[in-house]
């Protein structure tokens, strides 16, 4: 559906593929001070693979993707140009990720023993 976006008309369909295939529709971006440091506690804490690592032109890791089960979760850098931040020392973001665990006392532990602060202990809901 060609649809004019900004004064350009034509279509994208066809010149790239809609959603990859093995993708998730809906991907978390979260961006993080330390990336690489966020990717070890997730691998540590909920069992994470990454399946993608992109370093910088300074050598630091730039861009990640990884998978929590099935969901996918690309871990990032912040980067000039781009206004999104990683959340502020405090905690505090507009945007919560929930991760279902098998075991929530043992992740939260385990979250702990890895640095984690709790900022809202966990309860039973719902």
Known sequence: MGLPILGREGSMAGK???IPEGASVVIPRMFCRDPAAQIEFCKATFGAEELVRRNGADGSLAHALVTIGPAMV????????????APAPDGSSPVAIFV?????????DHAV???AKILMPPQDQF
């Open 16 to 18: 790239v593929k809609g």
């Open 100 to 108: 279902y665990v098998e075991d929530v006392d043992r992740a939260v």
């Open 113 to 115: 023993a890895k640095g």
């Open 74 to 85: 690309m871990i990032e850098s912040e980067w000039p140009g781009i206004t999104n931040r």
